[in-house]
């Protein structure tokens, strides 16, 4: 069973940075797609970013690209994503995925979910 745990959310200026971190159990993103979804108070959950197992595929939505990117870890099988540039639009839940391959943007295509870290952009 693949456990994660998102850390790194909080409140920041918009203009700022933050970088997210997902821990899992041993290994596991050397063997999974690690990935990232936001979801704001009245919208649907939405893809952020993902990064295949071997490091060699990033996949970002178009929301946040150039402005947010994605790595890992594997030694201490953490998945990051950094945020810079974040607007008030950025603010959300942000939940951290695993999947033993890398299935789209759909939420319902991820089988592991932490339990998110509240991002919060001031104006």
């Known amino acids: 069973q693949v456990q994660l745990t998102e850390s790194g959310g909080g409140l920041v200026q918009a203009g700022g940075s933050l970088r997210l971190s997902c821990a899992a159990s041993e290994g596991t993103f050397g063997t999974h797609v690690g990935g990232w979804f936001r979801q704001a108070p009245g919208k649907e959950r939405e893809f952020v970013a993902a990064i295949s197992s071997s490091g060699g595929a990033i996949y970002l939505a178009e929301s946040v690209r150039g402005r947010f990117t994605i790595s890992k870890d594997d030694a201490k099988s953490t998945v990051f994503l950094q945020m810079n540039s974040l607007k008030p639009e950025d603010t959300a839940v942000y939940y951290c995925?695993?999947?033993?391959?890398?299935?789209?943007?759909?939420?319902?295509?991820?089988?592991?979910w932490g339990q998110g870290t509240q991002v919060t952009v001031s104006s």
């Open positions: 995925v695993a999947d033993q391959d890398y299935s789209g943007i759909r939420p319902g295509q991820y089988d592991y």
